[in-house]
């Protein structure tokens, strides 16, 4: 049986869909040119190009299989941990090619974090000690910083108030979509240019999503946001823009269609876009 997209609960329908702007499409952050990503010699993802704008929200969008989740990780580098994958192709991170050799991976991704499919604080540490983790790793050791940051990063992830008055309690006390907008604090504290979300959402319940997409909604005016997701009714919710992924017949996956969200929603280009939005196969 095809596995049909996520339809999400009604308690998320009363959502209201990210704004349309006016305003000029901004400049693009990221610059994605001919990506392929590959593992032991097979391609896993063929010639992806298109342009992230700064400050929007960007949904990965399409079938499991077909690559999202593999092309978002090759977005800070976190392939080069496994031996047998091979990136090619540019991904410019406001100009400077990620793979060119010039931006170690340690600094790109604090220039460009990741949120994962499940909250993974670390749940020994406490809350303070999970926020400001990034930080100490980048050599930040002066207190008053510290404390700044973390206070910054949670007022941010609409997390502070909950959580101000018990810093030092372990991580792995908190709710799991408190769990979630830890780790978004986590990441929010070297405050990166873009922020990668592998399926926030997928593992909390209907009340955690909305607050998580209110947030995603929040922070798009602060920081740019690429946002893996199998759930139409999100993705139309709170993205700007929309790429849609399909797998080849080889089993590649490769990018069929980018646009405005409304476009992709209302009027694609492709059909296999039309019907993948409107749950004809998943």
């Given at each position: 049986m095809?596995?049909?997209?996520?339809?999400?609960?009604?308690?998320?329908d009363?959502?209201?869909?990210?704004a349309?702007?006016?305003?000029?499409?901004?400049?693009?952050?990221?610059?994605?040119?001919?990506?392929?990503?590959?593992?032991?010699?097979?391609?896993?993802?063929?010639?992806?190009?298109?342009?992230?704008?700064?400050?929007?929200?960007?949904?990965?969008?399409g079938p499991?299989?077909?690559g999202k989740?593999?092309l978002?990780?090759?977005?800070?580098?976190?392939?080069?941990t496994?031996?047998?994958a091979?990136?090619?192709?540019?991904?410019?991170?406001?100009?400077?090619?990620?793979?060119g050799?010039?931006?170690?991976?340690?600094?790109?991704?604090s220039?460009?974090?990741?949120?994962?499919?499940?909250?993974?604080?670390?749940?020994?540490?406490?809350?303070?000690?999970?926020?400001?983790?990034?930080?100490?790793?980048?050599?930040?050791?002066?207190?008053?910083?510290?404390?700044?940051?973390?206070?910054s990063?949670?007022i941010?992830?609409?997390l502070?108030?909950?959580?101000?008055?018990?810093?030092?309690?372990?991580?792995?006390?908190?709710?799991?979509?408190?769990?979630?907008r830890?780790?978004?604090a986590?990441?929010?504290?070297?405050?990166p240019e873009?922020?990668?979300?592998?399926?926030?959402?997928?593992?909390?319940?209907?009340?955690?999503?909305?607050?998580?997409?209110?947030?995603?909604?929040?922070?798009?005016?602060?920081?740019t946001?690429?946002?893996v997701t199998?759930?139409?009714?999100?993705?139309s919710?709170?993205?700007?823009?929309?790429?849609?992924?399909?797998?080849?017949?080889?089993?590649?996956?490769?990018?069929?269609?980018v646009?405005?969200?409304?476009?992709?929603?209302?009027?694609?280009?492709?059909?296999?876009?039309?019907?993948y939005?409107q749950?004809?196969?998943?």
């Open positions: 095809v596995d049909q997209p996520e339809v999400a609960s009604a308690t998320l009363a959502l209201p869909p990210a349309a702007s006016s305003e000029p499409e901004p400049e693009s952050i990221l610059m994605l040119r001919k990506v392929s990503v590959s593992f032991s010699g097979k391609l896993a993802v063929r010639d992806v190009t298109f342009d992230v704008p700064e400050k929007r929200v960007t949904a990965l969008i499991s299989g077909s989740t593999t978002l990780r090759a977005l800070n580098r976190l392939h080069d496994v031996s047998s091979r990136v090619t192709g540019s991904v410019l991170l406001n100009g400077t090619d990620i793979y050799g010039a931006l170690h991976p340690t600094l790109l991704r220039r460009v974090g990741m949120v994962f499919q499940r909250p993974n604080p670390f749940p020994a540490m406490s809350i303070y000690d999970n926020v400001v983790s990034g930080l100490r790793f980048n050599g930040v050791r002066k207190k008053s910083l510290l404390d700044e940051a973390a206070e990063a949670l941010a992830a609409a502070w108030e909950s959580v101000r008055n018990r810093m030092t309690a372990r991580a792995g006390v908190l709710s799991g979509g408190e769990q979630q830890l780790c978004i986590r990441s929010l504290a070297v405050e873009v922020l990668l979300m592998d399926e926030p959402t997928s593992a909390l319940d209907p009340q955690a999503t909305r607050r998580i997409e209110e947030l995603i909604d929040e922070l798009s005016d602060r920081v946001m690429v946002i199998h759930n139409m009714q999100q993705a919710r709170v993205s700007h823009r929309c790429a849609f992924m399909l797998m080849g017949d080889d089993r590649a996956g490769e990018l069929i269609e646009g405005p969200t409304d476009q992709i929603f209302g009027s694609p280009t492709d059909q296999r876009t039309s019907d939005v749950g004809r196969f998943g």
